[in-house]
T-cell receptor, first 115, second 113 residues
Framework: AQTVTQSQPEMSVQEAETVTLSCTYD???????LFWYKQPPSRQMILVIR??????QNATENRFSVNFQKAAKSFSLKISDSQLGDTAMYFC????????????FGQGTELSVKP | EPEVTQTPSHQVTQMGQEVILRCVPI?????FYWYRQILGQKVEFLVS????????KSEIFDDQFSVERPDGSNFTLKIRSTKLEDSAMYFC???????????FGDGTRLSIL
């Protein structure tokens, strides 16, 4: 069975600084996708970034980037130049390629950006 | 940008009653999902739906639950004989071909009294 673990229940960062959220996963599959979703207090689920396991290059989306270490089964999210609007719960999620596509989520990391 | 739409945003129901949660996925998407998030907990997969049938369901998705795509646009989750522990946020999601990310609706907050 696949599992996703986020070991940091809560984190805080000063505005304009950089923060890294950790995620590890466990699977025997070789083809899969990894995602980070953001859930602000409004409780919407917003896609932040995604990574295909077959790609060695780390994905980036503006201030958001990942450090994908396939051998270590690690998928961390780095947020640069943190903004107050980044305050949210962040969920790491995993999806196996071509198996219905359900997402398996980690427990989440609650990030607070302080002015 | 196309969105997944869920109605109602908040549903309050007496225990034992039936409730139907509605979703309109993105129009050209083919895969549909329901997830549940109990307050303060992680998001849990309930069921996936493709080609007019359930493709996978979790242990949570027992006989109390059913899904339907009654027409070309709506995707519904029915919960029969609701229990207090069914209180949660229910998210609908849809996606395009394999590898494409799932797009989530804003959720329905279900409160069972």
């Amino acid at each position: 069975a696949q599992t996703v673990t986020q070991s940091q229940p809560e984190m805080s960062v000063q505005e304009a600084e950089t923060v890294t959220l950790s995620c590890t996963y466990d699977t025997s599959e070789n083809n899969y996708y990894l995602f980070w979703y953001k859930q602000p207090p409004s409780r919407q689920m917003i896609l932040v970034i995604r990574q295909e396991a077959y790609k060695q290059q780390n994905a980036t989306e503006n201030r958001f980037s990942v450090n994908f270490q396939k051998a270590a089964k690690s998928f961390s999210l780095k947020i640069s130049d943190s903004q107050l609007g980044d305050t949210a719960m962040y969920f790491c999620a995993f999806m196996i390629y071509n198996q219905g596509g359900k997402l398996i989520f980690g427990q989440g990391t609650e990030l607070s950006v302080k002015p | 940008e196309p969105e997944v739409t869920q109605t109602p945003s908040h549903q309050v129901t007496q225990m034992g009653q039936e409730v139907i949660l509605r979703c309109v996925p993105i129009s050209n998407h083919l895969y549909f999902y329901w997830y549940r998030q109990i307050l303060g907990q992680k998001v849990e997969f309930l069921v996936s739906f493709y080609n007019n049938e359930i493709s996978e369901k979790s242990e949570i998705f027992d006989d109390q639950f059913s899904v339907e795509r009654p027409d070309g646009s709506n995707f519904t989750l029915k919960i029969r004989s609701t229990k207090l522990e069914d209180s949660a946020m229910y998210f609908c999601a849809s996606r395009g071909p394999s590898g494409q990310p799932q797009h989530f609706g804003d959720g329905t907050r279900l409160s069972i009294l």
